[in-house]
């Protein structure tokens, strides 16, 4: 079974806890002869990485790469060289000092999974949230990074549409002010909306949820696996193990339930080039589990930051009634660094059906 | 891979098209000494099957379902009992005359899977939508039949909350009312407003979309496999995995974006009787992939039938323009028939993470 | 989990007790665009099946099989055509009426399936065995022919090599032999003693156990998945999962603990032809458990048939000591009618593995 | 697919090259509460290093094994809990220097992985055989060691029987003898002509065969999961896939083939105690893929070393016929160092069937 582990083809098992000595994945099923050097993987993880805006949080960690394995370093020196064998990534956690956990040890923080935790294991690690940690998704982008060299003309990028009750004005679109403000909005016009709307959370110790849309151009026609490895059901998957996703939608989502079937269908023709055209995307790229060369387009709700500093009512290991509010440096939208996250599990679920596509090795193309 | 399966403990495989000879699922891992009878897992299979009002296609199918492996039969001649050994389940296509399929067979229709499939696989079952036909999800229902019995207490239940933008009254919600309507509506405030508009849709050959929610009680608590094989993640693969399903919530969804952290907290108390009393259930019973012993609630968008009367733009299989529009029975809303299929899934999801908790057996409970 | 399912992307459910309904197999995973026709597939079965001479059991079962799914007709009415969906093959038990079974319901057949499936289910069928017989293989010959039909120019072909201590005189070898006789000997000069020998066993009531040689050449140069999916570990795990199969071996096998390294070696030349040939075959044609393009050669060992006239001592569900003879129709040697079932094994692990090497449609080659 | 990964619910993903950075396993579905050392862990990967005789190679590897997650620290400082999550183990490859490996990285030893490596992958990391190096199983001991701690009361033990045509006496069978000498033989009278032996193998350059023989008590009556996750099937899967192994035993094996049904009968009799005791173990303890509750018997053949001083013709990659003598600290016979290898894999099929049994978290035992 695939508890730490996605994918079938283009397979990764993800390791580690919050606080423990390193965190990492194994890629397995990378396909031979793929070139990348670590600064390419460690541009992914700066993108998740904390402390790089007043809207994030301040915790410091340099979320280092290395590659372990499944390499042969080409004569330059830098380029790595895939040979088809599992590639082994690890982060080291550079700050693991035992400090006192105290009561918290024993409490259930509303919203986050210590209460679960213990009820299914009967033992959790607490030293800040342990496996359930958003930190292991730093594996998760690592993987994302390999997974974008897998298949050629591939680009996934995601951007912030809502925090809260704010949404962008998608005729805004823009996907190069996507990395000119703090949030990965593509419309310039929100980003002072948000700023002074994310101040008043992050100084009331609160926080707010968010929506991010991912977008894949580049996805080859024909590839997913009906009817229980459809491309769009394994994103949707992969989207809602994201800690504190709660919804996934692809193309019209949830606004596909007020359109009419003549409203929502995506006509075609025959382009001048000889090639199919659609003519609209209501349907996100994939029909009946199967890319059609359109750009794949997904979204996902992420609920507020669980760890707020309001008190509020919980229980601790014991059955004591306890009264709880979460101290520390804790993202007011954690939905934010959210964003590569997103379009790390999109490009594994992409590179994945290639590779069920066109086989292991690739060797035959 | 699991293509057509779906599941690790309790696996399900389906099988067959549309206009095949038969369809059908085998469950694997259905542990031994559960009790049923046909007429219980029938019952699920009428809930879903056509012809039941004149709000769904009009196609006239059985949907006899026999049980050809796995069961011992008690000695009164009608309960069977699991051995633990796969449970083959087999619903024949009374009505597979072969009629002239002419031009559709090469035209793609928009929204469905005919274009895709071609991609694919380079050839297709043109008869009905062959293996991309909603007829699959008989098997699934079959499937779900047996879930619900494997374990103690569940209870899944589901109901049609949206139909384009006509939305139910979750104030009026009573279960009661759901099979007294043929749109399996908890609120009959909405059904006269469902019907004047479904027939209004009926009747101009068009279609449209639907909101489904499902609501599963008596889900043990700790059930649930962090970090990829989470709970909700699991429900949403397979929701997504059902024929025109284009969006997947749990608990608040989407609606998540728009709290803040105080409001989305499900707080705790110790009850009375010394177990743990949640305050509320944002998070739809699922924290940290793992359930809390609360509902477990999700809910999914599905668009509107993708085949209309109204003329739409396309190509065939050898690149002409093609005009098509959809002739034959069809379901003005396939949200209704999706009831049934949703509960199916999250059921099988249910007993899937259950026995992953308790193991293949259940000799040691 | 896999419990009645092999083969990643060739993969194969089974289900079906010895005297149920029916019994099959779903083949998920077989590429579009492969044409057979149903007396292919059932040529394959007729091997096995009983009754076909005095050295194997009496019992009557025509296996038939039907195809119920994942195919086209081609316009030839005979020729089917996969579509890429699974395919689904039927066998129905025509003899399953309802005998007495007394008290070997409760009774544990010594080398039986009885006891254990007991222990592990505390439910079993008991009718003929129920799940543990050796008619489920009926169903992986079936697999298997359809498996030789994916890889163009296998060919996958066993022998029998050894009853008790009478072997075939390997310089007999002749392949066109095999048919000739009711054994599957290569060696004619085997088969009167085996003759007169099994004329023994038989008239005892009595059984012998054997040895069977699978050969299957052209296979694909390059094809398996180290570290834990090499083809000899695969084509191992399937050899094994027959019923009463005992021991497997890949080329030289356990005669490889008496060789050194210098007459161990496979030595290698550049060819005529421009190829590389290896100038012997020790390795069985696979090395770190790809193969080499030599012919793949694996031998299976299988006790002797356990249902035998001879009163062996036992215990009863009840906890009582019984003393057993089992009646009926037998094989004295089931190891001859292990012969087809070997090759369909293997025939699976080669398709499975030059499918994972080439992709799941086949589309692209 | 698992090709670096084995087993369901005890599942361990293995990584690293001989001559990489570090070679490590990720353990996942290890149950909460599993408590051990890292001391106990690296005995058995001191069992398995390198340089503890002169008949095995003189290579120095020290393999420390670290732990980087899955575990709390228990108040004494020294004892890991697990707690459910995954448990990553690393050991670092202390030395890696460059060196040149000129033609080396070209040519194609006969016996070893290098021509089928490039065949498959087209690139292969050629330090010290990369990937497919025995190197490997390091981890593999490894994730032994904690599959011993899953299963109360399992105890896994394994002998070397046979180098070349020297067999052990069984008569003499003495666990107690096995670490007594460099071979891990159980009968003290093998020890001195193994040592002529193999003194003489290993001054010619040469090397020989073995057989192991691993014994597993304490396996838990009534695991095993037919039909095709038969535990018998398992441990003959994952011991074909140690490196060099050729042939695979259960119980009698091979020799079964010459047993008649009358011998081969393991006759049961109720015990005194009012439990069922077996008079034979022919079956080596598994019946129908589930174990009886006798010990687990399985053997295993390993071929000679590949790497020899004597020449032998062969292929580069630029196809031409080159002549190879391997120089370097090579082992006489693989097999000596085999045994703690068979031992781990035979822990972890039993582990992994234990847990299917009893679920994933061992909550409700």
Redesign the interface.
Known sequence: ??????G??F?V?????SH?????C?V??CP??IRFTLAEIQAWLDKRKPGQSRFVTQRREDDLV?V???V?MDADGETM?T??????M?IENTDQRSKDYGEIARQ?R????D???D???????YRGG???SAR?TAARVAAGGLARKVVPGLNVRAALV????HKIDRNNWDWNEVNNNPFFAPDPAIVPVWEQYLDS?RKAG??????VEVVAEGVP??????????L???I???L??I?AV?????????????????????????GND?N?IF?SN???G????????QPVIARF????????L?E????DAD???VDLRTKGRHDPCV?IRAVPIGEAMVACAVADHY???????G???
Do not use: C
């Not at 079974?1 to 996605?6: E, K, L």
């Open positions: 079974m695939s508890h730490n582990t996605f079938h083809l397979r098992t993800t390791w580690g806890e423990g000595i390193a965190l990492g194994v397995d099923g031979p002869g290395k372990l394995s499944g042969m060289i040979t088809g064998t599992p590639v082994s690890m259930y509303p919203g986050h999974a209460y679960t935790y009820l299914k294991y009967g033992i959790r690690d342990g496996r359930s292991e809502q925090i809260g009750k959370i609160s926080s707010i949820g968010a929506v026609a024909g590839i997913g696996a009906p009817i229980y490895g459809k769009d059901q394994d949707a998957s992969l809602m193990s800690n709660k919804g996934v939608e692809i193309g019209e989502g949830f606004a596909s339930a007020e359109l009419t079937g003549e409203d929502n269908a995506d006509e075609m023709r025959m000889g199919p003519l209501h349907a996100g994939i029909l009946g589990g199967i890319s059609t060369g709700a992420i609920k507020p930051t669980s760890s707020i309001t509020r009512r919980s229980i059955g004591n009634n939905g590779l069920r596509d066109r086989g292991q090795t060797r035959l193309k």
